[in-house]
């Protein structure tokens, strides 16, 4: 039997307990792949009482869970009791997250998990207990990283049905980015985005549009220099090698629907620039996918939404858009695998 996803709940206090339990209700209509929770068993039992949703919650181990799948909601035993309120984040909350990271990694590193599904973090929570990364990307890049060796580059990659997009820098102030875009940070970043939509996305030449830096991209150059000193020898670079890259193209005119069935994805080279019509096209459905990493990680591209937890009125289309986009992905990698020549 195929093993399961890996599904952290993320923050207690905020809605990933509820989202993770509605997601296993639409599993059937959905036709979501097998997932289990890592994390508080007891937790996700209180938290589907409290909503009177008829969700039976199963503790088990990892090799269990895909069998009892279809009849309850596996959850794999990880940290501490989480004894957060909804709604009220606290200090008590980061073991049971950070440990429930660890196991989640941990399952599939070891094969016991084919892929990893993150709830939403509460940064600040689980920095008052000396976790040392800015987020999920960085934390998964060092866990991949040999001793010794180089830790993997991450990009994020924001997927929906209508628009993928990936910001060239990301949690970076904006007057920053000039500095921080060059020629190298924009091909590492086209070639592992290209990489892995061929080898997980089944797109083996993935069509890359770059968005101007400036206004207009530049307007060759009357309107700031970087897109004709830095994108376009970029693009150009890539196109050498074989990638189909194009741009720098002005990013007012490249997310209308004429404009996105001429690309698969977009490099933009700031978060908002790129996040903002993904988000917007793709609100419920948007998914937040890792690039480069050597297994799969997916997770809703919403935040902890303290503001409506315990309500009874999380929407769970995230979860589930991930969860469905995590089975796709590891899907694909197993095919590629497959077809790799024996060593």
Known sequence: MTAPLALTLGEPAGIGPEIALRAWGA??????????????PDLLRTRAAAFGLDVPVEACGPHEAAALFGQ???????????????GRPDASSAPAVIESLDRAVDLVLAG??????????????VYEAGFPFPGHTEYLAARCTPPGGVAPRPVMMIWSPALAVVPATIHVPLADVPRLVTVDLLMETARIVAADMGRRFGLPSPRIAFAGLNPHAGEGGTLGAEDERIVRPAVEALRAEGIDARGPLPADTLFHAEARETYDVVIGMYHDQVLIPAKTLAFHDGVNT??????????????????????????????????????????????????????
């Open 112 to 125: 016991a998990a084919r892929g990893l599904v993150t709830g939403p973090l509460a940064k600040a929570v």
């Open 27 to 40: 599993r059937a209509p959905q036709a979501l792949p097998p997932f289990m929770v890592v994390g508080d």
């Open 290 to 343: 890792t690039l480069g990493l050597p297994f799969v990680r997916t997770s809703p591209d919403h935040g902890t939404a303290f503001d409506i937890a315990g309500t009874g009125r999380a929407n769970p289309s995230s979860l589930i858009a991930a969860i469905r986009l995590a089975g796709r992905l590891c899907a694909g990698e197993a095919a590629a695998r497959r077809a790799e020549p024996a060593a």
């Open 72 to 86: 309850a909601l596996p959850v794999v035993p990880a940290g501490p009791r989480a004894t957060a309120r909804p």
